[in-house]
């Protein structure tokens, strides 16, 4: 008798996405001519660039050649590709990386919910709270997490790191024993950074207790401010004990293209049940070569393409648009009193909702009010109660018009 | 401490392209003018066809272009496409599906070796021997295969059932418990098929015994004869029992565009540790869901193109070349008096070496003496010694090539 994987069973329904479409779905047919704005979800809405565009034509003529045909390439990427992601975002900040350290992908979601099968079973799994909820669910499907509580709305298995406005978002170490660490930066949701020092106490700490920290840098192409670091391995002795995930779904408006990569450092080890010490990167590839087929030839071209003399002046337009839309928001409702955080580094807009008011009253009054959607901020862990995201990736028609709205409410 | 899974320590190196890539390297060193002819690897080597490329194009423009942008996508698919896939694939033969129950995927090598995920740990696992090695090792990974025994060359944990000549490489039932039974028709490696009435004690046991097949279709766009079930879906009841896999990878020639779907039933359940039946497209939904982000825009819209009139006539004439060579091969094959199977519904060749030669005494007599490189059946699992796989996806002129060389042999 074919039996399920019960760790499904705990999962807690995607209550925060289907919450919002409900709310909105009832706002809409209550109001037929509403004209909604969205400010919610994380994707992009500018087209890909003209060096992009230009790389996939070519690259879909080579496919259609006989000559230049291209079957099954190697899983873990083109190494046209990976030599030129190291050299512009390796090299380039003092970081050596070999070819066969660097495995692209279809997207960083993929590779963050799927590296943990190479750790084993009973490993502690500590989060930030509030977290991006991939890194718990992926756990929970494993059977990492151990029973949902619905009292603390918690996972009784995963040990979860509060970062709040309290603490200016700087999760202090764990107290207790962990062994895997997810860490994301510049982060999804707050849009907050760790600066070099903070980000040295992590890798310091991994050292010391032999953890791993699987770093997801996918908003990694917004940083602006000079001192905030761009790759985990800027900190000496990274390499010993961090994944690194990166993406061009943000940084080159490639959601639906798919491409990204993750760099497993031979240096990082994990120990078997004898405590041998076993490369991460062996079974890494081995988990891709086997389950894993490499991304479109297409797709690989096309990426390479970003990191042309064109192709890099292109992004870096697209990512100032769209930092100039978080500026605006930023700049706009801390003129009208808010509290607000990230919008520096990063495409999101954490804010402290006004008079107290929980994350879904702020959604409820916005939606009503304002004809806004943005994200709950409680919908990304308990110490995002009180809070709410708004993204940059509007256009910058719809992030003004957005802005003149919330600029007529009473708050 | 962050430990490994430790069930990756169980899995066997790959044997057997490593070792055919150092025979070849060898032999290549030692006479470095030969004229290598490759009909080993399973990829295929046409180009595109004309209403693909024009239709990659297209989506690639849509792309560039701020009114058709597209970004993340459905996670299971667009419905453009799956709604054509339906239509085709399966309206066409009588099976009715609806949407929910197509996810489009970016291979099915990923989902044939994801989909064990959604069962629980100590499943029972059967596959047919020779077997493509995705099925064995992606259960090891997850610790259902025991331990690798050196003697019998198999896993004390999976349930081998012999596929040979002598048993007409029809499988018999399992004679032992079992919950997951992988099929794969038309067959890699032997290239042979199940009839219908076969198909059904298959189907009719896994409804006696509550098991879900996973039936791997990648090749369905190679059958030719009238009474080969091109799905699973044609046996009744089937959709009680069985997912199925399709890819565009071997139909139109995407090995390196990546794009496949996976059809689970709503009908189609499995057990919770209290026997309640759980719907398993509910659970590989919320797999795909947690851990995919949806095939890339513009291959979504190739893959659509596959199913016009026109691209369904150049997608026919790409399946008739290849065909056309595997029937040179068995021909040739067959008149120089070896047994030869496979061939007709599928484009491989599983022939039985002659004169009772191991199937890498085979590989060095062709290398040495003909210079073609093959695949010895063996590496495919033990029942594989004494056969050898050669594939239809070369060129014409090196097909024929091969089998004038072959001819000269004495055999």
Known sequence: ???????????????????????????????????????????????????????LHAGVDEMSNEKTFRGYGPEQGYDFLIETIIEHDYKARGISLEKNEVFVSD??????????????????????DPVYPVYVDSNVMAGRA???????????????IPTHAENQFIPSLPTQKVDLIYLCYPNNPTGMTLSKEEL????????????????????????????????????????????????????????????AYTVVPRELKAYDESGNAVALNDLWNRRQTTKFNGVSYITQVGAAAVYTEEGRQQIKQLVDYYMTN???????????????????????????????????EFFDKLLTEANIVGTPGVG????????????????????????????????
Not at 329 to 349: H, K, M, Q, T, W
């Open 326 to 360: 978080a500026k605006m928001i930023r700049d706009g409702l801390a003129s009208l009193g808010l509290e607000v955080f990230g919008g520096v580094n990063a495409p999101y807009i954490w804010l402290k909702t006004p008079n107290g008011l929980s994350s879904w």
């Open 1 to 55: 008798m074919a039996k399920i994987n019960g760790n499904y069973l705990e999962l807690q329904g995607s209550y925060l996405f289907a919450e919002i479409a409900k709310r909105r779905t009832k706002f809409m047919s209550e109001n037929p001519g509403a004209d909604i704005i969205s400010l919610g979800i994380g994707d992009v809405t500018r087209p890909l660039t003209p060096a992009v565009v230009s790389s």
């Open 380 to 411: 990304f862990g308990r110490n995002g109660e009180g809070y709410f995201r708004l993204t940059a990736f509007g256009s910058r028609e719809n992030t003004q018009r957005a802005l003149e709205r919330i600029n007529k409410l009473s708050l």
């Open 107 to 128: 997207g960083s979601k993929c590779d963050v919910g799927n590296i943990q099968e190479i750790f084993s079973q009973d490993s502690i799994v500590a989060v930030m």
């Open 200 to 259: 040295k106490k992590w890798v310091d700490y991994a050292r010391d207790n032999k953890c791993v920290i699987l770093y997801d840098s996918a908003y990694e192409a917004y940083i602006q401010e000079e001192d905030v670091p761009h790759s985990i391995y800027e900190v000496e002795g990274a390499k010993e004990v961090a994944i690194e995930f990166r993406s061009f779904s943000k940084t080159a408006g490639f959601t639906g293209v798919r491409c």
């Open 146 to 160: 151990g029973h949902f509580n619905p009292e603390t709305k918690r996972y009784d298995g995963i040990v979860y």
